[in-house]
C-alpha cells in the first residue's frame, strides 16, 4: 500500500500535536486542582458543583442566622434570669413581712424596697438590644414595650414573635412579646382565685384553696352569717350560676367543699362577710406587685386589717408563684431554643463538611493520577516527537 | 537505420516527458488537492514489413490523474460534516466557557440576594441588612443583564460568520462557474487537463466545507452543484450568488437567501444541510436559543414570584409591598410578511409552569398551529390559546400565511432590575397580626397566620373571633366572626384542640390555625398590622423561595433551573466535541484514502527517476549504436 509523503508528515504532525493537547489538559488541571474546567468536561458533575455550593452558601447563612439568634436568646435568658431573681426577692420580702413581729412600721420599709424592685423589673422587661431594639416589645420593636403612669404599666408592644431561620426547615423562635411573658399569667392557683371584700370586719384568714379536676368553673359567694351573737355563725356558698352549693355551721379550720372545689377558712368571720372565689383571670406582672406594695403600706394593727393583710399576702403570693412559674416556663423555652441551635448547629456544621466533600469529590483533581497521566503524556509526546523526526529523515533521495 | 534512431529518439522523447511528470509529482508534493499524475506508454504504430510488423518506438499515449471519483465524492461528504462540527464545537465551546465561568456566573449573585434575604429576617429593623439586601439585588440584576448580553453577543458573531461564509460561498461559486468554462474548453481537444481539474475538485472542498453541495459532472466536463436540498448554485459556467437577509421574525438574525427576479428575495435557510453555515444555524438554535430561554426563565420566574410575595407583606410605613423587581415585559414578533390584521397578545398567567421556549404561531387559512419551538409540540385552534403558564389571544383578521413570533421569556434577563429605591419599602412584615384577648380563661391560640391574596388588604378593621359553645346552633361550639367575612367558624374543643386549618375568603385569604380549649367569650382577634419594624415573617417567606422549587412546573428551584441550563450547554458542547472528534478522525481517514489513491510518494518517485534514468540512458546508447552503425557502414563504403 502506498503512503504519499504528505501522509506520512500529516500523520507524524497530529499524533505530536493530540499528545501536546492532552499535556496541557492536564497541565491546567494540576495548577488550578480542579478536575473540571469548563461545564462541558463533565456536565453533570458542574451542575453538581453549582447546586452543591448553593447549599453550603444556605447553610453559612443558617450558621451565621444561628449566631445572632444564639445573641438575642442569650440576652433574653439574662433578662429573664434577672426577673426570676426580682420575683424571688419580693417573695422572701413578703415572707418576711407576712411575719406577725413585723409592725406597719417595718412593712411599710418593706413596701419601699417592694416598689424598686418593681422598677427594677419594668426595667428588665423595657431590655433593648445591641441595635437598641426592645427584647419584649413582639414585632413592635423601636417602642419602649412597658410605661407606667401613676403606679398603672401599660404594654406598648404587640403579640408577634420573631423567628429566625437556622435550618433547612427549623425556624427557632427568638424573641417572646411582653404580653407573653409579663401579662399573661394567671392569679390565685391558676384555676381558682379567692378574694376578701374590703368591708369585711372578721378576722376570717384563708388558709387553704383547692380543687379536683373535675371542679365546676364558676363565681362563688362564700358568706357568713349569725344570727344573734350568741348564735352560731354559719356559711352558705353561692355559685352564680350553680345557685346555692354548700351551707352549714363554721367551724375555724374545717374544710368547706361543693362542686369539687375545697375551701378552708380559719379563725373569726363576722356576720356578713363575704370571700369570692372565682376562675383565675389573666394579670400582669406589675398590677400584682402594685397590690402586694399597696398592702405592706395598709393598715394591719387591728385583728381585721391583719386578716385582710395576710389574706392580700397570701393572695399575693400565689400570684408570685403564677409569675414564677410562667417566667420559668419562658426560660425553659430558651433553654430549649439554645439546645435546638445547639443540635441544629451540629446538623448543620456536619453537612456543611459533607457537602464540602461531596464537592471536592466532584471537582477536586486526583493528583495522584494526574501526574502520572501528565508524565506519562510527556513521555508519549517525547516518542512521538522523535519518531517523526526519525521517519522525517528517511529518504531514498539521500542515497541519489 | 533511420527507423533505429526513430525509434532511439521516440524513447528519449517519451521517457523526457515521463520525467518531467515524475518531476511535476516531486515538485507538486506539497500541493493541496493535487493528484499525482501518471504518464501512460504506448507504442507507435508498427511498420508492416513483408510478412512481419516491425516496431516503431514509443509514445506516452496520455498522462492522467490517479483518481478515484468515489474516494473523493466520499471526502466532500466528510468535510461537510466536518465544517459543521467545527463551527458548532467552537461556538459552542465559547458559551461554555463563558458560562463556566463561576466568577461571571448567576450562581454567587443569586446565593448573595437570598442570603440578605436572611440577613433582613434575622434583623428585620436594621436599615443596613436592608441597604445590603438592595444593593445585592443590584448585583443579581446586573448578573441578569451581562449574562443576557454576553449571550446575545454570540447572535452577533453567528451573524458575522452567516455573513462571511455566504462571502465565501459566492466567491468560490463564482470560481467554478469560470473553472467550469476553462475545462470544458479545454476538455474539447481531448485531452485531460488535469491541473484545472485538480483546482475544481480543491474548490469543491473549500465550498463543501461551508456549505453541504451535491455536485453532478456532466458529459461535456462541467460541474453542476446543488445545495444540500436542490437549490443550484453553479449551473455549468453560471453561478448563483447567495445573499443575506433580515430574518422576517427573529430580530437581528440574519438568514440565508437567494435573489429572485423581481427583486424577491426567498430565504432559504431550511435547505442548508451541513457545513460551517449549518454549524451555525444549528448552534442558534439548539444552545443560543435554549440558553437565553432559560436564562430569561429564572429572570422572569424570580420577578413574577418575587414580587408577588412581596405584596403581601407590609413595609416600614405600614404600607403593603409593590414590585421589588421591575415587572418584565413579553414580546409577541410580527413576521414582516404579515398581509392580515390580526394583533396577537401575550399574557404570564403562572410564572410557575412557564417553559423556556418560543411559540411560533401560524395561520392556515382556517384555524391557528401554535407550536412550542423547542419541541416541536403543537396545537391548533381558533384560539385564544392556554398552556405552559401563558394565555395567548387573538384580535382582529389574520391572512392565510401570517406568522407570529412569541417570546414569553427569551431575553426576558435582560429586563431584569430592581424597583424597590429605598430600604424601608422593603416589605418584611404580614400584613396582619393576631392577639389572644387577655381576658381568656381558656387556652384559645392561633398559629400559622398567612396571607395568600392582597384581596381585601389592608384589613379595613379587626377581625374579631369570639368563642361560643353554641356558634352554629344549639351544641355545636364554634368561633362567632365579626369583622372581615363574618358568620361562624366551627370549632369543636373536644375533638380539634390540636389544631383545625381555617381559610378565610377576602380580607387577605387568610389561612391559620385554631387550637387549644377555649371558654365562651374567649377571643382572638386579627388586625392590620402596620409598622412593626421587628415582623420578619414576610422577609422569611422571601428568603425561603431559595430553596422551595418554584419553576419548570414546580421541578426546580431558581439556582437549580439555573445550573440545569449550565448542564445543558455544557451537555451540548460536550456532544459537539466527541462529534468534531468523531468527524475528524472520519476526515482523517477520507484524506488517507484520496491520498493512498491520489497523494506523491517522493520515495515512490524517486525510484521511478532511477528506472526512468536507466531507461533514457538505455535510448541514448541506442543513439550511440545507430551511430556506430552507421560510421560502419560509411567507413565499409569508403573507397
Known amino acids: ?400 | 537505420m533511420a527507423d533505429l534512431l526513430g525509434i532511439a529518439t521516440s524513447g528519449l522523447g517519451a521517457i523526457q516527458q515521463a520525467l518531467s511528470t515524475a518531476g511535476h509529482n516531486i515538485a507538486n508534493v506539497n500541493t493541496e488537492g493535487y493528484s499525482k499524475q501518471v504518464a501512460d506508454f504506448s507504442t507507435l504504430p508498427a511498420q508492416r514489413i513483408g510478412n512481419s510488423f516491425l516496431g516503431s518506438g514509443v509514445e506516452v499515449g496520455s498522462i492522467r490523474r490517479s483518481y478515484d471519483s468515489f474516494v473523493v465524492d466520499e471526502l466532500r461528504t466528510r468535510s461537510s460534516k466536518l465544517g459543521l462540527a467545527t463551527a458548532y464545537e467552537a461556538m459552542a465551546s465559547s458559551v461554555d466557557s463563558l458560562v463556566g465561568d463561576s466568577d461571571n456566573g448567576l450562581a454567587p449573585a443569586l446565593e448573595g440576594f437570598f442570603n440578605a434575604m436572611q440577613g433582613v429576617a434575622s434583623d428585620p429593623s436594621s436599615l443596613s441588612a436592608r441597604q445590603i439586601l438592595l444593593s445585592d439585588a443590584e448585583i443579581l440584576s446586573d448578573r441578569f443583564t451581562q449574562l443576557n448580553a454576553s449571550l446575545l453577543s454570540f447572535e452577533r458573531e453567528a451573524n458575522n460568520r452567516i455573513t462571511s461564509a455566504v462571502g465565501e460561498i459566492n466567491g468560490l461559486a463564482n470560481n467554478l462557474a469560470e473553472l467550469n468554462s476553462n475545462i470544458v474548453l479545454a476538455q474539447s481537444s481531448g485531452a485531460s487537463p488535469n491541473d484545472l481539474l485538480d483546482q475544481r475538485d480543491s474548490l469543491l472542498m473549500q465550498l463543501s466545507e461551508k456549505v453541504g453541495i451535491i455536485s453532478l459532472e456532466q458529459t461535456d466536463g462541467a460541474v453542476n452543484v446543488f445545495l444540500g436540498k436542490g437549490q443550484p448554485l453553479v449551473i455549468g459556467g453560471e453561478a448563483q450568488n447567495l445573499v443575506v437577509t433580515d430574518s422576517t421574525l427573529y430580530p437581528g438574525r440574519l438568514e440565508i437567501g437567494v435573489a429572485r427576479p423581481g427583486g424577491f428575495t426567498d430565504i432559504i435557510s431550511d435547505q442548508i444541510s451541513g457545513g460551517e453555515l449549518q454549524g451555525v444555524l444549528d448552534f442558534r438554535s439548539r444552545i443560543l436559543d435554549p440558553a437565553l430561554s432559560e436564562l430569561g426563565r429564572v429572570a422572569l420566574g424570580m420577578t413574577e414570584l418575587v414580587n408577588a410575595q412581596h405584596q403581601l407583606g407590609v413595609d416600614l410605613n405600614g404600607q403593603l409591598g409593590g414590585d421589588f423587581f421591575s415587572p418584565i415585559s413579553t414580546s409577541v414578533l410580527d413576521s414582516s410578511a404579515n398581509t392580515g390584521s390580526a394583533t396577537v397578545s401575550l399574557s404570564i398567567d403562572s410564572a410557575s409552569d412557564l417553559e423556556a421556549s418560543d411559540y411560533l404561531m401560524v395561520y392556515d387559512g382556517a384555524q391557528w398551529d401554535l407550536t412550542r419551538t423547542s419541541d416541536g409540540v403543537s396545537s391548533s385552534g381558533a384560539g385564544p390559546f392556554s398552556l405552559d403558564g401563558i394565555t395567548v389571544s387573538i384580535a382582529g383578521t389574520p391572512a392565510a400565511g401570517d406568522s407570529y413570533l412569541l417570546r414569553p421569556v427569551y431575553g426576558a434577563a435582560d429586563g431584569f432590575g430592581l424597583q424597590l429605591i429605598a430600604p424601608d419599602q422593603l416589605a418584611a412584615a404580614a400584613p396582619v397580626l393576631s392577639s389572644l384577648a387577655l381576658s381568656n380563661t381558656g387556652s384559645a391560640d392561633i398559629a400559622d397566620l398567612k396571607v395568600t391574596s392582597t384581596t381585601g388588604l389592608p384589613l379595613a378593621g379587626d377581625i374579631t373571633l369570639t368563642y361560643n359553645p353554641d356558634a352554629l346552633g344549639a351544641g355545636i361550639p364554634g368561633y362567632d366572626v365579626s369583622g372581615g367575612p363574618g358568620g361562624t367558624i366551627a370549632f369543636n374543643p373536644a375533638t380539634e384542640s390540636g389544631g383545625k386549618s381555617v381559610a378565610f375568603s377576602g380580607s387577605g385569604d387568610l389561612n391559620f390555625t385554631l387550637s387549644g380549649i377555649p371558654n365562651s367569650g374567649d377571643v382572638i382577634t386579627l388586625s392590620a398590622n402596620s409598622g412593626a419594624p421587628g415582623d420578619n415573617r414576610n422577609a422569611l417567606l422571601l428568603a425561603g423561595m431559595q430553596s422551595e422549587r418554584l419553576l419548570n412546573g414546580s421541578s426546580s428551584t431558581f439556582g437549580e433551573a439555573y445550573s440545569g441550563m449550565i448542564g445543558g450547554v455544557g451537555v451540548s458542547t460536550r456532544q459537539a466535541q466527541a462529534n468534531l472528534q468523531a468527524e475528524d478522525s472520519l476526515m482523517d481517514s477520507a484524506v488517507a484514502a484520496r491520498e493512498r489513491v491520489s497523494g506523491v510518494n517522493l520515495e515512490q518517485e524517486a525510484a521511478e527517476l532511477v528506472r526512468l534514468q536507466q531507461a533514457y540512458q538505455a535510448a541514448a546508447q541506442l543513439v550511440a549504436i545507430t551511430d556506430t552503425l552507421f560510421q560502419t557502414l560509411l567507413n565499409a563504403t569508403r573507397r
Do not use: C, W
Open chain 1, 1 to 400: 500500500m502506498t503512503i504519499s509523503t504528505t501522509q506520512i508528515f500529516r500523520q507524524g504532525i497530529s499524533a505530536i500535536l493530540e499528545q501536546q493537547e492532552g499535556l496541557t489538559r492536564t497541565q491546567l488541571q494540576i495548577a488550578s486542582g480542579q478536575r473540571i474546567q469548563r461545564p462541558s468536561d463533565d456536565p453533570s458533575g458542574a451542575v453538581k458543583v453549582i447546586d452543591i455550593e448553593e447549599q453550603i452558601a444556605v447553610t453559612d447563612q443558617h450558621l451565621r442566622n444561628d449566631g445572632f439568634a444564639r445573641t438575642e436568646l442569650f440576652l433574653e435568658e439574662g433578662a429573664m434570669e434577672g426577673a426570676v431573681n426580682v420575683l424571688q426577692r419580693v417573695r422572701e420580702l413578703m415572707i418576711q413581712a407576712n411575719n406577725d413581729t413585723q409592725s406597719e412600721a417595718t412593712r411599710g420599709t418593706i413596701a419601699t424596697e417592694v416598689r424598686a424592685r418593681v422598677d427594677e423589673l419594668l426595667a428588665l422587661a423595657n431590655t433593648r438590644n445591641a441595635s437598641g431594639d426592645y427584647l419584649f416589645a413582639g414585632f413592635n420593636l423601636d417602642t419602649q414595650p412597658f410605661s407606667s403612669s401613676g403606679g398603672v404599666v401599660t404594654y406598648h408592644g404587640d403579640e408577634g414573635q420573631r423567628r429566625i431561620q437556622v435550618g433547612p426547615s427549623s425556624l427557632i423562635p427568638v424573641s417572646d412579646s411582653g404580653t407573653d411573658v409579663f401579662e399573661r399569667i394567671k392569679t390565685g392557683n391558676g384555676a381558682l382565685t379567692i378574694s376578701t371584700a374590703t368591708a369585711n370586719t372578721g378576722s376570717g384568714l384563708v388558709k387553704s384553696l383547692s380543687q379536683s379536676s373535675s371542679f365546676t368553673s364558676d363565681v362563688y359567694t362564700l358568706s357568713f352569717s349569725q344570727a344573734s351573737a350568741t348564735a352560731p355563725v354559719t356559711y352558705a356558698v353561692n355559685g352564680a350560676a350553680t345557685g346555692l352549693v354548700a351551707s352549714g355551721n363554721y367551724v375555724s379550720g374545717d374544710s368547706i367543699s361543693f362542686n369539687s372545689v375545697e375551701l378552708v377558712i380559719e379563725g373569726e368571720p363576722a356576720n356578713g362577710d363575704v370571700f369570692t372565689v372565682s376562675p383565675s383571670a389573666q394579670q400582669d406582672i406589675f398590677a400584682t406587685l402594685a397590690v402586694i406594695a399597696d398592702a405592706l403600706e395598709g393598715p394591719s394593727t387591728e385583728a381585721a386589717d391583719n386578716a385582710k393583710f395576710h389574706n392580700a399576702m397570701g393572695a399575693g403570693l400565689n400570684n408570685i408563684d403564677r409569675a414564677l412559674d410562667n417566667f420559668l416556663r419562658v426560660r425553659s423555652n430558651i433553654g430549649s431554643r439554645l439546645n435546638n441551635l445547639d443540635s441544629q448547629g451540629d446538623v448543620n456544621e456536619n453537612f456543611l463538611l459533607r457537602m464540602k466533600e461531596a464537592r471536592s469529590e466532584v471537582q477536586d483533581l486526583d493528583f495522584a493520577e494526574a501526574i502520572s497521566r501528565l508524565s506519562a503524556q510527556a513521555t508519549s509526546l517525547e516518542a512521538a516527537q522523535k519518531v517523526f523526526i526519525e521517519v522525517q529523515g528517511l529518504s531514498l533521495f539521500d542515497f541519489l
